[in-house]
């Protein structure tokens, strides 16, 4: 009797931490382990609480549709163009010093500080780089990589130039990891909140 109370405090708990964050995953948890509590036979020492893994889609998913959001009042595709070698040392949007070994690119209306994941879709290469400057000012160009950036993309010899890309953090943020395990996605998530 004392595992079943012990169970139904820690389903409480669980429970109101979702509710707290607001996620769409909340009533689903609530209805499995409202039917887990109500069967008879349940032996509590089998029962598993959720872990990380269970709620972390649900807080990716929402960073995902924040991001998605955003990137829907801007233009996230079209041709890169990347920097002259003449720019390097000077002053970018964000106050910093452009660096040509650095990933870095210009956008004219994405936030400043936000990552971007960019994929070349001729080389089918993906990079990620930080926009920390605004540009590039001629029409057909909608993004401005740094000239590593560009040559790490393929851009900087390829005939077709056409990039997709997509938000993967915002300023102050850490952008995900590409290949992680639950600890180190929950890791940046917590410091991200």
Known sequence: MQHRALWIALAG????????????????????????????????????????????????????????????????????????RSLEGTLTANGERYKAERFTAAHLTLPLGCWIEVTARATGKTIRCRVNDRGPYARKFVLDLSRSAARALGVDIAEDRYVDFKIIALKGEKPLPEDSDDAAVAEVIAANR
Do not use: F, M, W
Not at 51 to 63: A, E
Not at 72 to 79: M, P, R, S, T
């Open 13 to 84: 708990a669980l429970l109101s931490a979702h509710v707290a964050l607001a996620q769409p995953v909340c009533d689903a948890a609530r209805e499995q382990v409202a039917a887990e509590l109500e069967c008879p036979n349940l032996d509590p020492s089998l029962a598993q609480p959720p872990t990380v893994r269970s709620l972390l889609p649900s807080l990716l998913d929402l960073r995902i549709a924040r991001y998605t959001a955003l990137a829907a009042k801007h233009k996230i595709c079209g041709l890169a163009s990347y920097y002259s």
